[in-house]
């Protein structure tokens, strides 16, 4: 429950998971923690079975053995619809690309986790003004807050993902590649960003890429195959 | 849910282009269901309230559909006549209690002409034994009178002691009888049923506007005046066909028996009833068929509303795993689907019900001119519900297999899509 002192966001306890109809077991891992606040860097080769863990704490898939416990709760013992609503009230996540539903405007997409969950709504207060603050601190240009988002660029469109990840103050951000559709100074830039604005709103980030070069303004950088002791490809 | 679902009317906002050309389909679909339906429903309706109150239609030797179709339905035309010798010695026959004599042939502006005697008012029924009335004016007495149908009158604005001239045979452009006009000195009221679209004249004048004919056209050298007519006998030496009303109706299938084996010519007797459902057993296959038809594709725009939703899904895949990201449920997702197919066939079946009552407003004047069809104005039969459940039900039944899609693919997919 506690990790240094402080409360854990995040703690992984002996879980083992194996994909559907293989002998193969995809992710073993005996330990891993990060505590509330915290800023990890978790460093994997594409294929390592990153995206498996991710679906894992995100509650979409369910763990042979072991347990997932997010903020206290253990999410392996929760329905599937309690951990759909977990998931939408306390995780905020990022994709590599494409986070955004096009056919919505910018700021519609920032406000959509207000819709799915009642928490957020009411930890964003005035949901609209928190989108604006999110999208200005975020470097997104006002007026570009109303275009269609499938008309923004990429680096536009990282920028809304991360500002809808946030809205509503969740305390978990899950970042899965984000930057690698960016060009190398942007990279940075928007790490930055993201840092900064997950300190602010007091969110642990758990950032997975393969690039170790982003590492750099972490608080912790860990290694995949150091925490899981299978070496299985992810199919 | 509420999420969901407005989710569902933006995202389907923003597929407008296919969607609306689906949604087209099943609107043009439905209506045309719909339609056959009413039509159908209609057509019965205005058949059988055609007449009643009458025990036997007599002509000459035909079918006795076809019988039904000129003496009734002013529609098609006798092949023979019947000599007017038949029609008194029938008429006088003790079981008999009335006869009136119909002769048709001519018309006035395309509806159709009857020659009668004023017989023809007191004793006609329709619909629920129901007697004719007059709007304005009353019965011929006299040649060179006429009594006109609700629906002529209407339609050509004519009023009592306006004037009219009667031509030759059914066409519009036949030959005339421009030399003796008539008046109109009476207006029946509205029916709803073929007596609103007939003109009725005195049998004595359809003689008056034939004296200086021969078979069929003017006498070369020869042409009487009107005010001559009277010093000729007018009594016809044929008619169409005539209606009997019968003393008391157990005798019809005697009197039936004895019209058919009448010695003098070969002549003919149905009744309307069992006619009439002669009539329907001819047009029920047809009938059958069209509606069968029509909810073929009516089923066929659904069909396609199922292969546009199931083709935009793998393009909607990263949607869906988006939406999953945010905390929606496999069947969030399912109902995502499910509303937008429900929304379209909804929107589409609404359309349709437009589209049909526009069609109604511009048709149905045609369809009762040609076929004698009048359609209702009204809001829905119950069949019309049934109908209209069906189609909403079968729309429901497309729409969950692309929900159920959904949610099998984000249960295998998670947050991060496959594609």
Not at chain 1, 86 to 104: E, T
Request: charged residues 20%; hydrophobic residues 50%; contains cysteine.
């Amino acid at each position: 429950m506690f990790l240094d002192g402080r409360m854990t966001a995040l703690s992984i306890v002996n879980l083992v998971y194996r994909w559907p109809r293989q002998q193969a077991v995809c992710l073993d891992i005996p330990r891993f923690d990060i505590a509330a606040g915290e800023h990890v860097f978790l460093h994997g080769p594409s294929g390592g079975g990153k995206s498996t863990l991710l679906g894992l704490l995100g509650g979409v898939a369910v763990p042979e053995r072991g347990s997932i416990e997010l903020l206290g709760s253990d999410i392996t013992r929760l329905s599937g619809h309690s951990r759909d609503r977990f998931r939408a009230d306390h995780i905020g996540f990022i994709f590599q690309q494409f986070n955004l539903l096009p056919w919505l405007s910018a700021l519609d997409n920032v406000l959509l986790p207000c819709t799915f969950s009642a928490r957020r709504l009411t930890r964003a207060g005035t949901a609209r003004e928190a989108a604006t603050r999110l999208l200005t601190h975020l470097d997104l240009a006002a007026d570009a807050w109303h275009k269609p988002a499938g008309e923004l660029s990429v680096g536009q469109q990282q920028r809304v993902a991360a500002a809808r990840a946030l809205i509503g103050r969740p305390e978990i951000l899950i970042a899965d590649e984000p930057t690698s559709a960016l060009d190398a100074p942007r990279q940075q830039i928007f790490i930055d960003l993201l840092l900064a604005e997950a300190k602010a709103e007091g969110a642990a980030l758990l950032f997975v890429s393969h690039d170790e070069r982003l590492a750099a303004h972490f608080d912790r950088k860990i290694a995949l195959c150091d925490i899981n002791r299978a070496g299985t490809i992810e199919p | 849910m509420r999420a969901i679902l407005t989710l569902a009317v933006k995202s389907a906002w923003a597929r407008r282009l296919t969607l609306g050309v689906t949604l087209c389909a099943i609107a043009l679909a439905s209506a045309l269901l719909f339609a056959v339906e009413r039509v159908r429903h209609d057509a019965r309706q205005s058949f059988t309230q055609a007449v009643s109150g009458v025990d036997l239609v007599v002509g000459a030797r035909s079918g006795s559909v076809q019988l039904m179709l000129y003496a009734v339905f002013r529609a098609g035309s006798a092949t023979h006549n019947i000599r007017w010798e038949s029609f008194e010695a029938i008429a006088t026959h003790p079981a008999v209690d009335w006869a009136v004599p119909l002769v048709l042939g001519d018309s006035h502006r395309g509806f159709a002409v009857l020659g009668t005697t004023p017989d023809y008012f007191r004793h006609f029924r329709y619909s629920d034994q129901r007697a004719l009335g007059f709007a304005a004016g009353q019965a011929f007495a006299d040649v060179f009178e006429t009594v006109l149908g609700s629906a002529v009158a209407a339609e050509l604005r004519l009023e009592v002691g306006d004037r009219i001239t009667l031509t030759h045979g059914m066409a519009e452009a036949g030959p005339g009888h421009d030399d003796k006009p008539f008046t109109v000195v009476g207006i029946l009221a509205p029916t709803g049923t073929p007596v609103d679209r007939s003109v009725h004249v005195n049998l004595e004048s359809i003689s008056a506007i034939h004296l200086d004919w021969v078979a069929g056209a003017p006498l070369p050298g020869l042409a009487i005046p009107a005010e001559f007519v009277k010093k000729f006998d007018l009594q016809p030496k044929e008619i169409t066909a005539f209606l009997v009303g019968l003393k008391n109706r157990a005798d019809v299938f005697r009197l039936q028996r004895h019209i058919n084996g009448y010695r003098g010519e070969p002549l003919m007797a149905v009744m309307p009833g069992v006619a009439l459902d002669e009539l329907w057993q001819t047009l029920g296959m047809i009938e059958q068929t069209l509606l069968a038809m029509s909810a073929l594709v009516v089923v066929i725009g659904l069909a396609g509303l199922l292969a546009t939703m199931l083709a935009s899904l793998n393009e909607r895949r990263r949607e869906l795993a988006i939406l999953r990201a945010l905390g929606a449920s496999p069947r969030e997702l399912f109902l995502l689907l499910t509303a937008e197919g429900l929304l379209v066939t909804t929107l589409g079946v609404a359309f349709g019900l437009g589209l049909l009552a526009v069609g109604t407003f511009f048709f149905a004047p045609l369809l009762q001119a040609h076929f004698g069809i009048i359609l209702q104005w009204r809001l829905f039969a119950p069949n019309e519900w049934l109908l209209l459940a069906a189609i909403l039900a079968t729309g429901l039944v497309a729409s969950l297999i692309p929900g159920w899609r959904a949610w099998r693919m984000s249960l295998a997919d998670g947050l991060t899509p496959r594609n």
